[in-house]
């Protein structure tokens, strides 16, 4: 947890200062807030925008898949259960993919016709994935999610 928080403390400063050095006089931070879900019989959290909507579960036969939406589109789902793959637009092409051991762990995807960005992580059995968001959000996105998924790959 002490490494969660070390890291969204770094993500803040990261984002004050490309802030400060991109637009001085439009100085704005991104406010945000934990989100806790049930996954697995169990309990756990997501940090994510404050404006996202969530969680919203959908059941199906082998378990459950969180929903959150944010009001600038993006919308993420976390798969708690197996047998089930979550998917995006066919208007999403892959554009890098991450290993670790062999195993693929993170995709990127872009989709060029509406200039948006997705990504799915591989966490154990489950995944998790953010969609639709544009070029300026994708690195906030990319941020929590690392810090997600980083915290969960220790555990």
């Not at 554009?95 to 990504?119: E, F, L, P, T």
Request: charged share 25%; with cysteine; aromatic share 12%.
């Amino acid at each position: 947890m002490a490494s969660y928080l070390k890291n969204l403390l770094v993500f803040v400063v990261l984002l004050l200062s490309s802030q400060v050095a991109i637009c001085q006089e439009d100085l704005k931070i991104d406010a945000f807030k934990v989100f806790n879900f049930k996954c697995n019989k169990g309990n756990d959290s997501i940090t994510l925008p404050d404006n996202c909507v969530g969680p919203k579960y959908d059941n199906y036969e082998e378990g459950w898949i969180i929903n959150f939406l944010s009001s600038d589109t993006v919308s993420i789902r976390i798969l708690c259960g197996g047998d089930a793959i979550l998917s995006f637009n066919k208007a999403y092409v892959i554009v890098d993919k991450i290993m670790n051991h062999g195993k693929v762990i993170s995709i990127r995807y872009y989709d060029k016709v509406n200039n948006k960005y997705a990504r799915k992580d591989y966490i154990s059995n489950s995944e998790i994935t953010y969609e639709g968001a544009t070029e300026d959000k994708k690195f906030e996105y990319n941020m929590l999610f690392d810090m997600f998924t980083e915290d969960r790959r220790k555990k």
